[in-house]
Nanobody, 122 residues
Framework: QVQLVESGGDYVQAGGSLRLSCTAS????????MAWYRQGPGKQRELVAG?????????NYADSVKGRFTISRDNAKRTVYLQMNNLKPEDTAVYYC??????????????WGQGTQVTVSS
């Protein structure tokens, strides 16, 4: 059974930083594409950042977070991170960690974490 456990969500002022963590169990991990999604109040869930699995790691970002957020992974710790800098009130959302069975993201993720709340005050 695959489990994804997020942590790091918090209340922060605009301009501040947070680092989210997601630790996986029950999966190969290094071979799995991983991603962070978010769902803000009254909004649909959206992809924030993704990283491929395998030997060569590629990343992609939503336009709204490029230059501010960084996704990274530590395969030895089975953990993927989302470093969020220069946070804005519009970044307020529940952030979800997601995993694909495949090395690259093909369609919707196969596994989801429970979510962690990030609130950014103006």
């Amino acid at each position: 059974q695959v489990q994804l456990v997020e942590s790091g969500g918090d209340y922060v002022q605009a301009g501040g930083s947070l680092r989210l963590s997601c630790t996986a169990s029950g999966t190969i991990f290094s071979a799995n594409a991983m991603a962070w999604y978010r769902q803000g109040p009254g909004k649909q869930r959206e992809l924030v950042a993704g990283t491929t699995g395998g030997r060569t790691t590629l990343t992609n970002y939503a336009d709204s977070v490029k230059g501010r957020f960084t996704i990274s992974r530590d395969n030895a710790k089975r953990t993927v991170y989302l470093q969020m800098n220069n946070l804005k009130p519009e970044d307020t959302a529940v952030y979800y960690c997601a995993a694909h069975r495949s090395t690259v993201a093909l369609g919707d993720p196969d596994y989801w974490g429970q979510g962690t709340q990030v609130t950014v005050s103006s």
